[in-house]
T-cell receptor
Framework: DAGVIQSPRHEVTEMGQEVTLRCKPISGHNSLFWYRQTMMRGLELLIYFNNNVPIDDSGMPEDRFSAKMPNASFSTLKIQPSEPRDSAVYFC???????????FGDGTRLSIL | AQSVTQLDSQVPVFEEAPVELRCNYS??????LFWYVQYPNQGLQLLLK??????LVKGINGFEAEFNKSQTSFHLRKPSVHISDTAEYFC????????????FGEGTQLTVNP
């Protein structure tokens, strides 16, 4: 079990640039979640997919954020254009069934200058 | 909709002392309850979960939690902590019937001092 794999681990970029965060869920898991963690707001669910279909994107802060899951083994979270207030740690998590716990990746630490 | 409240943002304790991290939830339907731990610069790891059955749940690293339906609580306990238990702990809830979406509490920073 390789765990949930996120890349990059760290990203520093200037405001206005496009940022793409990547996630590979655990093989066989059919639900995938994107979270954002900040000191001010804690852990926030941004969006989650079930069987590659977005189920709830009500946590996506604004239109600058978009997420895709083209297949069962890959998802992206994109921010375009990025702003300094997007600086946070972004986590991806996956799970197999409703009653199974979510498995988290190690996160991407994003800094927008 | 459900909500989770962790009553203490920071809990400092001495090594080998007992600890309790408090968690209360609010929901109008049956729930599943979880405790996760986050070490610095890492993702969240599952400590334990309550789905049904016995209200006392044992997890990894010597932690346990008790589900109290009447008080809507799910407090985390450990009888004797180690320096290595220093981390942030998150309580989370999901509605049993509606899928695996979790609502997290604000987190409790446990600091174990020598």
């Amino acid at each position: 079990d390789a765990g949930v794999i996120q890349s990059p681990r760290h990203e520093v970029t200037e405001m206005g640039q496009e940022v793409t965060l990547r996630c590979k869920p655990i093989s066989g898991h059919n639900s995938l979640f994107w979270y954002r963690q900040t000191m001010m707001r804690g852990l926030e669910l941004l969006i989650y997919f079930n069987n590659n279909v977005p189920i709830d994107d009500s946590g996506m802060p604004e239109d600058r954020f978009s997420a895709k899951m083209p297949n069962a083994s890959f998802s992206t979270l994109k921010i375009q254009p990025s702003e300094p207030r997007d600086s946070a740690v972004y986590f991806c998590a996956s799970t197999r069934e409703t009653i199974q716990p979510q498995h988290f990746g190690d996160g991407t630490r994003l800094s927008i200058l | 909709a459900q909500s989770v409240t962790q009553l203490d943002s920071q809990v400092p304790v001495f090594e080998e002392a007992p600890v309790e991290l408090r968690c209360n939830y609010s929901s109008s339907v049956s729930v599943y309850l979880f405790w996760y731990v986050q070490y610095p610069n890492q993702g969240l790891q599952l400590l334990l979960k309550y789905l049904s059955g016995s209200t006392l749940v044992k997890g990894i690293n010597g932690f346990e939690a008790e589900f109290n339906k009447s008080q809507t609580s799910f407090h985390l306990r450990k009888p004797s902590v180690h320096i290595s238990d220093t981390a942030e702990y998150f309580c989370a809830v999901s509605e049993a019937a509606s899928g695996s979406r979790l609502t997290f509490g604000e987190g409790t920073q446990l600091t174990v001092n020598p």
